[in-house]
């Protein structure tokens, strides 16, 4: 994506806290799991390991419309509600990414497990520095800060106009950042499927730590989007 995150340094505070970064580095993921797989879990496939080049599309294609999104891990389904009316652009770029197949068989490559506590995916290369070819800025950002359980975020560089992409986040446990730092844009909310996330936050992160691949493998399959009829 972009050349200069090849230097960027982690910078995680004592209680690792930082918030999600598109831009930063984090452990190639591995599909070999370092704690037992549970029964519903089935190996995680080889990140593809490619980023593409795409146009942005549209706000227009997802704006005043909800969808539903049933994301297909190797440990089940994760359904989430998308809002296109609060977060049209987000919505718009995420639809596009589905239905090109550009989270097949991606990894969620980041685990966050301090005060706040976050699973972050959409990245295919598995490394946190991939994305679609494109950014754009943030928008539904909450006034004061907070991001409930089950909430699904993007995550961005420190660029709030372009700095956002592919990668996103789902809240495992109420979590706040300022507002004034500029946010993370919520575009759905996670109606089924959150003891999938509760497995990977209950394994931990790989090697230990608080911040870096999850102990256990997620993957995303495939995602397949549909509208919700008023």
Partial sequence: ???LVLVVVVLVDALGSDPPDETTPAAV???TPTVSVPDNCTPAPPAPGTEARLELPPPEDAAGRTFEAVVTTNCGDIVIELDGTGAPQTVASFLQLSRLDFYRDSPC?????A?????QCGDPTGTGQGGPGYGF????????GRYPRGTVAMARTSDVERGTGSQFFIVAADSSWPPED???TIFGNVTSGM???D?????????????????????ILRIAVTEKKV
């Avoid at 490559?109 to 497990?113: E, I, K, P, V």
């Avoid at 800025?137 to 004061?144: I, K, T």
Wanted: aromatic share 2%.
């Fill in 115 to 119: 005060d706040n506590i976050v699973l």
């Fill in 137 to 144: 800025g943030v928008e539904s950002v909450p006034d004061d």
């Fill in 182 to 184: 500029g946010g993370y």
């Fill in 29 to 31: 993921v591995t599909t």
């Fill in 1 to 3: 994506m972009l050349a």
């Fill in 199 to 219: 497995q990977v936050v209950a394994a931990g992160v790989d090697g230990g730590g608080v911040d870096g691949a999850p102990a256990l493998p997620l993957s």
């Fill in 109 to 113: 490559h980041r685990l966050l497990d």
């Fill in 195 to 197: 003891e999938i996330i």
